[in-house]
């Protein structure tokens, strides 16, 4: 008898959140409508806001803007310089290679200087 009582009692709790979902099927669209209009508000009012900041702020942000494509360039330029130097370095320690004709004509003071040089570069 508990089982049969238990199998009514879920069923009536189902069934009557069926008909409570279909009895108050009209609040809930109310309430979805709701929040999509709520939704819509915020997005255009949080546009609004950017494009005010942005009119306000107008000379920030292109001091922002030029600063980034300073450093930018100067990034480049820093790459550019970097490997210029590299090969400049690499091509006289190939002439000096070349010229004296073996590795023991370096001195240890050159070599560790060229070493520190390039680990900076």
Do not use: P, T
């Not at 409570?20 to 709520?38: D, G, I, P, T």
């Not at 310089?81 to 590299?86: C, F, L």
């Not at 690499?90 to 370096?106: C, I, P, T």
Request: aromatic share 10%; charged share 25%.
């Amino acid at each position: 008898w508990q089982q049969v009582y238990q199998d009514q009692k879920f069923a009536a709790r189902m069934g009557g959140g069926a008909i409570r979902r279909m009895l108050n099927r009209k609040l809930s669209m109310a309430w979805e409508q709701w929040q999509q209009v709520c939704a819509q508000m915020r997005a255009e009012r949080e546009a609004l806001e950017r494009a005010a900041r942005k009119f306000l702020n107008q000379k920030m942000y292109a001091a922002w803007n030029m600063w980034r494509s300073w450093a930018e360039e100067m990034r480049r330029q820093q790459k550019a310089m970097g490997g210029a130097i590299r090969r400049m370095i690499y091509r006289k320690l190939s002439m000096a290679f070349k010229r004296s004709g073996s590795l023991r004509l370096l001195s240890l003071h050159a070599s560790s200087a060229l070493w520190v040089v390039l680990s900076v570069a």
